[in-house]
């Protein structure tokens, strides 16, 4: 039986304990109330996915250039005496360009001048002697062998004449090729030769954009130029207006790749607009079928979890975030084709994704306008 004396000792201890228990379930129920407190819901960056357009726009950029461009030389040899034109000069057809020295030419002439002389004189001799035999041989007091050789003296002085004649017309030709002239319409573009060089006969002296028909050279690679047919309709556009666009034709197209682009050359016929100027340059662009089927999204948008490329998406309703596997076309300038596990409406994390776990809390901006992940246009 225990005294009153040890009873009054052990109430102390019992009270202590009392005080104990209601302290730790006051610090428990605190600790939850701060873990509560810091539950953290994470801004984040999205962008929905909108429909993949069942076309995609290709558009390669080259300068305008005329259909026609002469590179114009001197039909024969010599020293460049003069050059009566500049870049950017319109020539019409019969205008001079540029002479040469004509000297030995215009001898040449002379010579061929007294050639044709003494031949007309050698062919009145042998029409001398041709009629005074047939004379003779009239009155049988010639042979008929003289008369024959006679005739053929004279047809002969005759073929001499002809060959002289036309060797003054061909010297005559040597003098005037000695001025270069332009066949047609159109504006001077490069100076290949000038004042005091001398040049072979055909050497490019002067290149000349005939007036007509302009178009642009674009260059394709091999996986898009199967989308380039003669007769295409495309847009052109202009860097020196972005209020200029016209309706262009695939005119030709290279039947071989260059051989260090690996590109093929193609050829836009443009029609006839006194705003197109010769060296613009111009954006082609071309409406193609989009046989591959995928959307767009921006390479920070892309995580790799267990080896597996994959996004985070929000669920809309509990506003949090899950991982989903996707499937990769390729990767471009602008971020990364995915052909497998996104739909349209899916709102996919744009940035942060090392910060991700699943079922995450996450807040969307209201301001924040997502971004349209499409394949509208591809380079």
């Not at 090729?177 to 001398?198: M, R, S």
Request: hydrophobic residues 40%.
């Amino acid at each position: 039986m225990f005294s009153l004396k040890t009873l009054s000792h052990r109430m102390p201890s019992v009270a202590s304990l009392v005080l104990v228990g209601a302290i730790g379930i006051g610090v428990s129920a605190c600790s939850e109330e701060k873990a509560e407190v810091k539950e953290v819901i994470r801004p984040v960056k999205v962008v929905e996915i909108a429909k993949a357009g069942d076309t995609r726009k290709l558009d390669y950029s080259g300068s305008v250039k005329a259909r026609t461009e002469m590179n114009l030389g001197f039909r024969v040899a010599g020293k460049i005496t003069e050059r009566l034109v500049d870049i950017g000069d319109k020539v019409k057809p019969g205008d001079v360009l540029a002479r040469m020295d004509s000297t030995d030419y215009q001898l040449a002439v002379k010579t061929a001048e007294a050639n044709l002389a003494a031949a007309e004189k050698g062919v009145e001799t042998a029409d001398l002697v041709n009629k005074r035999n047939q004379q003779l041989f009239d009155k049988n007091v010639s042979p008929k062998s003289q008369l024959e050789q006679a005739s053929l003296s004279y047809d002969q002085a005759v073929s001499s004449r002809d060959a002289a004649v036309s060797a003054l017309d061909q010297a005559k030709n040597q003098v005037s090729y000695a001025e270069l002239k332009a066949d047609h319409n159109g504006i001077v573009t490069t100076i290949n030769a000038d004042v005091g060089q001398v040049v072979a006969s055909g050497t490019p002296v002067v290149a000349v954009a005939v007036d007509g028909e302009k178009e642009v050279q674009i260059a394709v690679p091999e996986n898009d130029i199967a989308e380039f047919k003669p007769g295409k309709t495309v847009k052109a556009s202009f860097w020196a207006d972005d209020r200029l666009v016209l309706d262009g034709k695939v005119r030709e197209v290279s039947g071989s790749a260059d051989q260090q682009s690996r590109t093929f050359a193609v050829r836009v016929s443009l029609p006839n607009d006194p705003r197109v100027l010769l060296g613009m340059t111009a954006t082609i662009e071309a409406d193609v079928s989009n046989g591959n089927s995928y959307v767009s999204i921006p390479l920070s948008a892309l995580a790799e979890k267990d080896g597996k490329q994959m996004v985070w998406t929000v669920d809309r309703d509990t506003a949090t975030v899950h991982g989903r596997d996707i499937k990769v076309a390729d990767f471009t300038g602008d971020g990364v084709h995915v052909t497998e596990g996104l739909d349209t409406g899916d709102l996919v994390v744009a940035a942060g994704t090392q910060f991700m776990s699943e079922n995450l809390k996450v807040k969307v901006p209201d301001q924040q306008s997502a971004l349209a992940a499409t394949d509208q246009t591809v380079r």
